[in-house]
């Protein structure tokens, strides 16, 4: 079913970038099971081609307390153990 989803939106993504713009999917339809008596594999994107957005900014770096507080609320989540926390903080403390 992955191939079949992938093939339609490459369709229509190439049909919007013909268009230059850019593809939005708004909904998606998918065959159920049984695939038989002409209940094929199938799945319908409605989409449509909308503008390409500008370019993005791209955004200043973030200083030294930045990262650190965001290490640490990786650490309170549990995304990062206490060592992983540890070694990123001594880089982030070490640049410059």
């Known amino acids: 079913m992955q191939t079949v989803r992938d093939d339609a939106e490459q369709r229509a993504t190439a049909f919007c970038e013909r268009k230059g713009q850019t593809m939005e999917s708004l909904s998606e339809t998918v065959a159920t099971p049984p695939y038989i008596l ?3 594999l199938r799945i319908e994107i409605v989409f449509d081609c909308i503008d390409k957005p500008a ?8 200083d030294k307390y930045t990262k650190l507080a965001k290490l640490k609320q ?3 989540s549990g995304a990062i153990t206490q060592a992983e926390f540890e070694s990123k903080k ?3 403390l070490a640049q410059p």
Do not use: R
């Open 38 to 40: 002409g209940n094929f």
């Open 55 to 62: 370019a993005l900014t791209v955004a200043p770096p973030a």
């Open 74 to 76: 990786l650490l309170d």
């Open 90 to 92: 001594a880089k982030v």
